[in-house]
């Protein structure tokens, strides 16, 4: 990203102010030079090596990281991370990682588990789940369904206490996060203790004043990009809730929830509202929204106070959530 990006105020057509964006954010992001407007069928492999190619922070020697292999078809992919100090069973957190649904692993989610299994004690699993355009709606769905439900009938094994298994994500994979706490609300077979949505992409409609606004990491068109590869043929009124949760119409039974979103995210409105519905519904809610942040600063700018403060807030939650269902 340019520095003269960063700069200019493009408040025409209701599109957010770079000059609202934190200090320390607006620094980080513009040494990162990421930008996606341009992402679509024809420029996808590159942005994918790009991705892969950035350099994983170092991890700690205090976490074990195991991949197992999930029998579907085909198979799914899960990286169990559990603290090697701990004993006994422990809650877990079952994540879905971003990418708008068509970049991203699961392996980026591993800085995360190495600070939260230390942290809290618990165990996090992160699921490879397939990415559109190539697996197209329901698949991805179906994969965490199927890589949780593995995750239920393997507790014992994996050294998880059953009762206290939540689910969470981020951006797209909050989206997903929030899709399956309805699925298996409605399916009733696998218990969901709460769910974690950090700036939750769950609107394909992109129809509030938000979700047209410049982001300097997720812009409307990435956007748009992301929802077309993974819907395919749904348009309208075929787009289920399971696909894109901001269309649900019936949000009661729903786990608590932490819903956070940066104030000045193409999502804010889309995850404010649904953080309100559920309210509404009666689920125990709790919503943060960040000033000052655009998508993704908590992790593609982990070292600002405004990171290191949405990332307390959420442990200090989770750290509740482990112990209110234990």
């Keep these: 990203m340019s520095n003269n990006l960063m700069s200019h105020n493009p408040m025409s057509h209701n599109l957010m102010s770079y000059s609202l964006i934190d200090p320390e954010v607006a620094e980080a992001l513009a ?39 999930v029998p579907e078809r085909p198979p799914v992919s899960v990286r169990v ?51 559109a355009p190539e697996s197209k709606y329901p698949g991805p769905l179906e994969d965490c369904y199927a890589g949780l439900r593995w995750v239920h009938e393997h507790a014992d094994q ?46 394909d409609r992109q129809t509030t004043v938000s979700s047209h606004w410049d982001d300097p990491v997720w812009p409307p068109n990435a956007n748009r990009y992301g929802w077309a590869s993974y819907l395919g043929d749904l348009t309208g009124d075929q787009v289920p809730a399971y696909a894109a949760p901001a269309r649900a119409k019936n949000l009661q039974g729903l786990p608590p929830t932490y819903l956070s979103v940066g104030a000045l995210d193409g999502f804010s409105d889309e995850d404010i ?54």
């Design 31 to 69: 040494a990162l030079e990421l930008r996606l407007g341009d992402l679509s069928d024809a420029t996808l492999s590159a942005v994918r090596e790009r991705m892969r190619s950035v350099p994983v922070p170092r991890l700690s020697d205090a976490v074990e990281r195991i991949d197992y292999s």
């Design 81 to 131: 991370h559990r603290p090697k100090r701990a004993k006994g069973q422990l809650p877990c957190i079952y994540w879905m990682h971003g990418g708008g649904l068509v970049l991203g692993r699961n392996v980026g989610d591993d800085p995360r588990f190495d600070r939260w299994c230390s942290e809290m004690d618990c165990v996090g699993v992160s699921v490879e789940y397939g990415l």
């Design 158 to 203: 994996l050294g998880i206490d059953s009762q206290r298994i939540g689910i969470g994500g981020a951006s797209a994979g909050a989206g997903l996060a929030a899709g399956l706490a309805l699925l298996a609300r409605d399916r009733a077979e696998l218990a969901v203790a709460f769910q974690v949505l950090i700036y939750p992409m769950i609107d």
């Design 273 to 326: 509202e649904y953080g309100n519905r559920l309210r509404h519904a009666g689920v125990s809610v709790q919503l943060h929204v960040y000033a000052g942040g655009p998508h993704g600063f908590d992790t593609l700018a982990p070292a600002t106070a405004l990171a290191q403060r949405a990332n307390r807030d959420v442990v200090e939650w989770l750290r509740l959530q482990f112990a209110q269902c234990g």
